[in-house]
């Protein structure tokens, strides 16, 4: 589990106001859920054979009333969850958002942690597969606005539930003759989640896997157009895609439509954008038969991509005030929050120091003017304003027309400022 440290946040805040902003321009809306939910929601909701529930979930007792109590490890379940419990739906469908960390006890790898932060998205109550489309056109649109490029989409279907069973059939009797040619995690898999196998990484099997019974050949009419629909649509928009067969997802509730968008960038662990259609959760967490429909993203994972930018993103103030002397001492307090209420960036000097040693701190914080406040400037009732980035000279204004003055500097589009 990592600190994201000063220099590091201003990333952070980039990505997530563009995610929002791209978000707030589908009408998505947010919803915030508990980091703490019973062990049953995911037992239920994300599958009890799943890696997930098995073995990554950190579960504890709770002291107080003896329930069984998990750190969300995923947000789709707390979200269905929460819809159920406030009636959410009975206006209508939703679209909503939400972010925050997660936890699963995994050996962590590069972009992957112990705890780690998603921004999610899921449609709540839309039935067709132009709903499957939204998201991803939305989730294409986030990539454009951050200028990441050589990320692939990788879409699957997965068939219903009931073609799932019939193919899980299939898959169990290819995999018990190919019994030797299995791994210890592809034998624990075998009878309570053989579609995983499929997605195993392990190059002693990849032989074997892709000679496996193919679920394209289970589905039936209703599976096929749904897919076709999802294809068509994405090729309207415009968005490039590849078919993998062997895309399955982790988790129990999904059906149909599964995606991931992929990286080369990031090794083994490519995935930055994972989700899918999931009809049945509604009724595995006790609701009434609602389709549903969405994404996570991993926020480690994309800020990978976008490491080169830290440096241009560090935040830089617009003023730094340099200050000394019991006059100046009374008076610099008011002086900056004068220029703040313009809406300026206002750094000010804290604590003793010369002049000298005040102007290095005023030009290592990159801003573009340094107020000085002297007892020779109380004394005029002016300050001096220096240009940190320009060759122009140093000059004075009145104290009380510092606010509109600098502001006619900062934001001239003259290059040059001609002081009133």
Request: net charge negative; with cysteine.
């Amino acid at each position: 589990m990592n600190d994201v440290l000063p220099d590091s946040a201003p990333l952070w805040e980039y990505f997530e106001e563009a995610v929002r902003d791209v978000f707030r321009q589908y009408g998505y809306r947010n919803i915030r859920t508990p980091i703490v939910e019973r062990t049953e929601l995911f037992v239920r909701g994300v599958g009890e054979v799943t890696d997930i529930v098995e073995k990554e979930m950190y579960s504890f007792v709770d002291s107080m009333n003896g329930e069984n109590l998990s750190l969300r490890p995923e947000g789709t379940a707390p979200t269905v969850r929460a819809a159920l419990e406030h009636n959410l739906l009975y206006p209508g469908p939703q679209r909503l958002w939400y972010s925050g960390p997660l936890f699963r006890h995994e050996r962590p790898q590069k972009g992957r942690y112990r705890q780690y932060h998603t921004f999610g998205a899921e449609a709540l109550g839309f039935p067709g597969p132009d709903i499957d489309v939204e998201l991803l056109v939305m989730v294409r649109r986030l990539w454009l606005q951050l200028g990441i490029d050589g990320i692939e989409l990788q879409i699957n279907t997965i068939g219903s539930a009931d073609e799932r069973r019939q193919f899980r059939g299939k898959l169990i009797e290819y995999f018990e003759r190919n019994m030797d040619a299995l791994d210890e995690d592809a034998r624990r898999r075998l009878h309570a989640n053989p579609l995983r196998i499929l997605d195993s990484k392990n190059p002693a099997m990849q032989s074997m896997i892709e000679a496996a019974p193919k679920l394209w050949d289970t589905l039936g009419p209703e599976s096929r157009a749904n897919f076709d629909s999802v294809r068509k649509g994405l090729e309207r928009a415009g968005i490039e895609y590849v078919v993998n067969p062997r895309l399955v997802r982790g988790l129990d509730y999904y059906n149909l439509t599964v995606f991931e968008w992929v990286s080369s960038q990031l090794g083994a662990q490519s995935a930055v954008c994972s989700g899918g259609r999931y009809d049945g959760l509604f009724e595995q967490l006790g609701g009434k038969a609602t389709p549903g429909c969405g994404f996570g993203i991993g926020v480690e994972r994309v800020l990978l991509l976008l490491e080169d930018r830290v440096s241009e993103l560090q935040p830089r103030p617009d003023v730094f005030v340099v200050h000394a002397g019991s006059a100046a001492d009374e008076l610099v307090i008011d002086i900056a929050e004068r220029l703040r209420d313009i809406g300026l960036d206002v750094v000010m000097h804290c604590g003793a120091g010369s002049f000298k040693s005040q102007m290095k701190k005023a030009d290592a914080s990159g801003a573009q003017v340094s107020i000085i406040l002297g007892d020779d400037e109380v004394a005029a009732g002016e300050v001096t304003v220096k240009p940190l980035r320009t060759a122009q000279a140093q000059f004075r204004v009145r104290m009380e027309a510092l606010p509109e003055s600098l502001s006619d500097f900062l934001f001239s589009n003259d290059e040059e400022w001609t002081q009133e």
